[in-house]
């Protein structure tokens, strides 16, 4: 890049990348070719991030200035079908994209698209049935992802709206709603620095969230105690006391196992469960016989251990707990999150600074997302479809009947679409076709769709799916609202102007909202043809949102304009909003946390002579989920080119695999090819890959069983085996 001697102009926004939502100046000059670029980015010193940035938030950058982004509109050609073999044969260079694609105007474009979904809405039976769906974004602001759920359930007649969060956290807001009737975090990262105990587990913040990881280092060194519960070694382990490396898949033994100890011991906080909290007696009961030694048998870690690590969190002044994908991601990540809530309940570990439950939130607006309504069970603000006040609010506000029933999740809506039954689909800003479990299935079922329309700023694995591809704005390209992992809501600024004829996502989804019959006027004719940036209509609909989200109440556009950061709920507009939740009582409706009991079951994939590893999958620093933005960021891409296979050094022996070897690995749902690297950070008989690789995606190998509960796929575990390519 340029030197800052160039920057004439800087825009104080907020990191397109990881649920820390760090703030960041983009540092704007000229781009040597009559346009403009960002240079460089800057740390600001915002709540979640005082000045820190990570090397994605530092470096991840010019993305958005890569020559593959999508600047004018695609339809597939005449006669072409759609294979999933083209993923490769196209992202490998082999097949010219404009094999499958010619260029439209936008004209045409949104007529093919909007179309294909009238034909198809207006063949269906009358009724609740929709053959059409969307996948929208936790990637995309608050206004986009509010407009897109509107749309799904508005103007396509369907209750089947879903998006990541479905295969990160689901199961974690199906647990801390059930248990504490709020799906959001309790305390702020930052809230370590008050912590006598960090109880981190299924989690590897220095890879996902670096800069909370950064804040969980600084809290170690001034004293507090870091317990990490997790089946591979990280960095944070040096500074850690006690690493519970347990068996994959065994987390309910180990959680039962310490509050076994807790209650038998009788460190638990009386007060606090006679007061606030029921279900004790059935929980007490349901883990009278999950003994130490039991436990110990089944997750591998000593009963000492596990007494010592009880009586610490029971006995701490504050503990706080925070967790990742490595507990939600299994077939029964309902339970583990079960769990957590009931360490925290049960010891009073909770509604105080320093204490409390943190699922740290991935993307940086999969909480914002979730809380829009973009899950098929929830309209905004979680209020359940099944409700019928609910349902009246927004069936009056949207002139629109609104399923009672819940709609299908992704994966469900994969299965549907392979069946038939969902025909149509629309992906604004999700890859599907590369997050999806199970792929060579899920790459079917998405070419099955008689009509898929993808948005979005790069010819995704999905997108070479499609039959329209509509070219959308990156974040540094737009206005919009972004919701933290703390529940910080924050403000996107706009650096630069899209590229070519790519356009405003909200512009995109409101004319196909049109051209669908909808009277919607966000976007008006004095706010340009949605090729700029423009303020504006990103205000109309958050006021429209804010009218129905009572969190956001006390948070005007003006007033978030004005402060840049401010946490929810807000209810009040002369106060600031609540970091710490909970202090008084739980949003249940007599006030009071339910504990639910757990017992430990086997998952559904077993390791056997045939697949003896536990294959887990999950992120690397440098790579962002699908790969989608990093894998077109030139210094992240260049740092980490490809996928690495982790395996322990005596399994590499047994194996005759060396290190940096070819490796093939194989499942029962299919296999790829990577290059090995013996790591002491996985366990003898676990292997780890990143799904960030179209060259060896990852979810060719994982299966689509799902959590009974929150329908998340269990991605943690998979059986696998592995032999030199
Ligand atoms: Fe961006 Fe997350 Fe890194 Fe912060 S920690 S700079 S939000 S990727």
Redesign the pocket.
Known sequence: GAGLAEITKKVDS?????????Q?TWNVGPDGQGGERIHTVT?RDGP??QG???????Y?FDYIHNPRRLTVPLVRRHGVPKSPADIEAVKSGAKPLSELFREASWDEALALAAGGFARIRDAAQPGFDSPLAGFGSAKGSNEEAYLFQKLVRQVLHSSHVDHCTRLCHASSVAALLEGIGSGAVSNPVADVAQAEVIFLIGANPTVN????ASFIKNAVDAGATLIIADPRRQQLTRRAKWHLQFRPDTDVALLNGLLHVIIAEGLVDEGFIAARVQGYEALKASVAEATPERMAEICGIPADTLREVARTFATARSAMILWGMGVSQHVYGTDNARGLIALSLITGQIGRPGTGLHPLRGQ?NVQGASDAGLIPMMLPNYQRVSEAAVRAQFEALWHSDIDPRPGMTVVEIMHAAHEGHIRGLFVEGENPAMSDPDLNFARQALCELQHLVVQDIFATETALLADVILPASAQPEKWGTYTNTDRLLQVGRPAVAPPGQARQDLWVIEQLARRLGAGWNYWRDEDGDGQAAAEAPVARVYEEMRGVMAPLAGVPWTRLQREEAVVTPAPAEDAPGQAVVFIDGFPTADGRARLVPTQFRPGVERTDSEYPFVLTTGRVLEH?HTGAMTRHASMLDAITPQALVSLHPLDAASQGVSDGAMVRLQTHHGEVVARASISDQVQRGQLFIPFAFWEAAANTLTGDALDAVAKIPGFKVTAARLQPA
């Open positions: 907020v990191c397109p990348y990881c649920g820390v939502g760090c960041l740390g979640a991030n820190r940035l990570c090397v994605k938030g530092r991840g969230h670096p800069v909370a940086n962002w």
